[in-house]
């Protein structure tokens, strides 16, 4: 996974700003790598070195990891709030592994009252 900085964020309008670029990676590699989005606890700031991805708790008591397959989707499935960052779709499977998460789901819609919109919550 590979940190943006001030000299690789791009404009994405009203949602959060992007703090690891799938398409940044791409330009460094030389590749188009297919990107995925994951929320995020909080949004990082430019000195932030780590990043903590925003697990949920299923009803059946299963830990998942949120995927978005585009930013829209992701804002429009947990809130125009809720911090993000991108990274290559391959890796997705990676941050399961590594934080314990039982599954991924993809594109998944969030219910009103866990989305993180500008208007409340």
Partial sequence: MAYGNRDVMRDHGDVAP?????????????EEPEPAFVPLEQRLLSQDKDATVELRRLEDGRLAVLAYTSLEALVHSCGDLQPWASLPADKVAEIQQRSGADLVLWDAELPADQRRDAGGN
Avoid: T
């Fill in 18 to 30: 992007s703090v690891i670029g799938a398409d940044y990676v791409a330009e460094a590699n030389g």
